[in-house]
Structures are given as structure tokens and as C-alpha cells.
């Protein structure tokens, strides 16, 4: 059955691929014994075979377009090149932020780090004991009362006249 | 690094087409791996090898030559960049040409145009002109009357639907191949086969209008009259 296009061509609908591989010399010799057989009795199709080939002449007056000039390959190399630049400087890029945090903590923390250091240092050396005077001092002067004092009480009266005649 | 076989390096920067087809893809298969090892040499031979053909798909498409080229380069850093996840289950160009097709898309849509339209009619002269060329079956030797005479079919091929246009293009003045234009444009070869016969005939009654104007007015008349 032939079909009406918008445009006026006709064609049996399934002729129509056959027709184009016998205009691209694509059929096997029985295909295209078959394919002469039906155009010799279908006016519509031999029709549109007669002006399918004049397409071919038609549209091939023009050639194919021109190609890119002889640098075009080195200029799609040297753009990768700068892509692939300006990719890696992106990733960099996203890094950028936290490498910078981390460098300010490793300040951060070392300043603070120094500081305790030093104030440890300084702080150990004023806090720690006299161990030689307290190793020398005799212990009834820690327990002692003041002899620059005045007895205060009758225990102190005593303990001064217990030292008293000790000392004799 | 490795390097590319002296034997694969095309001497002549502008692409030839393959006459043994299965040793092109094989060498094909090979530059693959080795760009996807990194060896940027194999990928630059990649791209000689294809460029010509990708051009003229991208002009296919695009109908603007002063985009053609951005397009094409965008092509191939695509493809670069996505190299190591091709698995090789197709043919690299097969490959390569779908990205195209893509890019031309994008291209198209981010930019917000359509591919370019000729709105002039064809003076009386450039008619007869093409005419002449026609019956000489012969494409013009001067490249200038080359452009000429694709200027003139353009501007025919942009009365048809988009896509019978690219197909006639690419199948005609392009040399894709049936099996390859499905492949591209992801369509059943049998589909493409309809449709480019289809547009033939478009294009013919396109051309006859242009040729003979009584006929084109006849049409409109009739047109306006079934109106």
C-alpha cells in the first residue's frame, strides 16, 4: 500500500526500506531481483525510487563540509591540558578551607602548648619545699611554743619547765 | 608513560578514511588502552583520527559554522575526560560520535537556538545555477562553488522536519552510514532506513518547488482552496 506523506512522496510502506538499500547497493542479488519485480508492477514505488536517486545526485553536488585546519588536534590537547589544570586547582580549591583551619589549630595548640610548658616550668620551681631546712629544723621546734612567746596556759608553763630541766 | 606505535601515527594531520575498517578499529582498540594508561600522545592520534568526522557531524547538527569548531573541542575533552570508564564493548567512534550528538544538544539548548534557519528564498540565478550542477552529476571542482552550492541546499533542506534534514546530511554529503546513523542517533536501522527514504522524497518536492515557482504557487492555491 502506498503512503501520502506531507510532502507529496509515495511509496509502498513496506517497500520503502528495500528501496533505500537498492539505492545504497545494500541488497543481495535475489533481494534485489524481488525489489525489481514489484516496481515493475507498482507505478507509485518506481516513482519514488526515480526520485530517491535524483536525491542522491542532488544532495551530493555539495560534498562534504570542510574539515578542521591541521592544528585542530594539537589546540583540543592543549585545552585538556589547561582543563585538567583548572580541575586540579578546584579540587585544591575545595580542600583549601579545611587545610587552613588545620594549620590554625597546629598554632593554636602549639602557642598554648608553650605557654603551659613555660608556666609549669616557672610555677614548679617557686612551689616546691625548702627539703633542707625542714630536714634540719628539730622536731620540738615544730611542736614547740614560741620561746619569744609568754606561756599562754598552765600546759605551756609546764612543757617550758620540762624543756628547762631537760636541757640541764 | 607509553609510547604510541610509530606505525599508528598518521603522517597526514587531516583524517583519510579507513580502507581495511577492522585494522582501524583494532588500532582504534589499542590507542584506547593506552590513553586510558595515561599516554597522552595515544589520545591526540585519537583525535586526528576522528576529527574530520566528528566535524561533520557536529555541522550536521549545528549549521553553524562558527560553532562548529568550540563543539567539536568540547567533544573530545569529554571524551578524554571519560576515557578510563569506556569500556570497549562498542567502537570507539561509535563511542565518540553519541558524546557529539549529546554535546550538540546541550550546545543547542543552553544556548536557546534552534538550528539555524534560512528565511531568503532562492534567487532566480543561484537556482539555475544548482540546476546545472545536478545535471553535470558532478560536484563543482572550486571549492568557493562548493560552498555555494551547499549554501543553496541548505537553505532547501530547512523547509524539511530537523530530523530528516540531519539524516540526509549526514547520509549524503556527510557519508555516515545507515547502520552508523542508527547507532548515533539511537534509532532501529530499519527506522532510519523508512525515514531517509522518506526524506528523499521531501527533499525532491522541495527542490521542484524551487525550480519551477508555478508549481509552488499551484500548491498554494490548492492549499488555500482545501483550506
Not at chain 1, 598554648?112 to 627539703?131: K, T
Not at chain 2, 555541522?59 to 562548529?68: A, C, Q, S, Y
Not at chain 2, 571549492?143 to 549524503?172: F, G, H, N, T, Y
Amino acid at each position: 500500500m502506498a503512503t501520502d506523506t506531507e510532502f507529496g512522496n509515495t511509496a509502498c510502506t513496506n517497500y520503502e526500506a528495500m528501496l533505500e538499500d537498492y539505492l545504497d547497493g545494500a541488497l543481495t542479488a535475489s533481494e534485489a531481483r524481488t525489489a525489481e519485480q514489484h516496481w515493475q508492477s507498482c507505478a507509485a514505488c518506481r516513482g519514488a525510487l526515480q526520485q530517491a536517486a535524483s536525491s542522491v545526485r542532488l544532495l551530493r553536488v555539495a560534498g562534504p563540509s570542510d574539515g578542521p585546519g591541521s592544528a585542530f588536534a594539537r589546540t583540543v590537547m592543549a585545552r585538556i591540558r589547561s582543563a585538567q589544570g583548572d580541575l586540579s586547582a578546584e579540587r585544591a580549591g575545595f580542600w583549601q578551607p579545611l587545610v587552613r583551619l588545620g594549620w590554625r589549630f597546629a598554632a593554636t595548640a602549639t602557642i598554648v602548648l608553650g605557654a603551659l610548658v613555660s608556666y609549669d616550668a616557672g610555677w614548679g620551681r617557686h612551689a616546691q619545699p625548702n627539703v633542707t631546712t625542714a630536714r634540719l629544723m628539730p622536731v620540738s621546734d615544730i611542736f614547740g611554743p614560741d620561746p619569744a612567746k609568754a606561756p599562754a596556759n598552765r600546759d605551756e608553763v609546764l612543757m617550758m619547765v620540762a624543756e628547762t630541766n631537760h636541757a640541764k | 608513560m607509553e609510547d604510541v606505535p610509530k606505525s599508528m601515527v598518521a603522517s597526514a594531520p587531516a583524517l583519510t578514511l579507513p580502507l581495511d575498517r577492522k585494522g582501524k578499529k583494532e588500532e582504534d582498540r589499542e590507542l584506547v588502552r593506552l590513553s586510558q594508561n595515561g599516554t597522552e600522545t595515544a589520545f591526540e592520534e585519537l583525535v586526528r583520527r576522528h576529527q574530520q568526522r566528528v566535524f561533520a557531524l557536529v555541522g550536521g547538527i549545528l549549521r553553524r559554522p562558527e560553532d562548529v569548531e568550540d563543539v567539536a573541542q568540547q567533544v573530545f575533552l569529554k571524551a578524554y575526560l571519560g576515557i578510563k570508564r569506556f569500556d570497549q564493548r562498542a567502537a570507539f567512534s561509535t563511542w565518540l560520535y553519541k558524546i557529539a550528538v549529546n554535546e550538540c544538544w546541550d550546545y543547542l539548548r543552553k544556548k536557546k537556538v534552534r538550528p539555524l534557519v534560512y528565511e531568503a528564498d532562492l534567487s532566480e540565478e543561484q537556482v539555475s545555477r544548482l540546476d546545472g550542477i545536478v545535471s553535470a552529476d558532478r560536484p563543482p571542482e572550486s571549492s568557493s562553488a562548493r560552498a555555494e552550492s551547499r549554501q543553496i541546499l541548505e537553505r532547501m533542506l530547512a523547509a524539511l522536519p530537523e530530523q530528516d534534514r540531519q539524516l540526509l546530511v549526514l547520509k549524503e554529503m556527510e557519508g555516515f552510514s545507515v547502520q552508523e546513523l542508527a547507532e548515533i542517533l539511537n534509532l532501529n536501522v530499519n527506522t532510519v532506513k523508512v525515514r531517509l527514504f522518506r526524506a528523499r522524497g521531501r527533499i525532491m518536492d522541495v527542490y521542484r518547488r524551487r525550480m519551477n515557482p508555478a508549481s509552488k504557487s499551484a500548491d498554494s492555491h490548492s492549499a488555500q482552496r482545501k483550506g
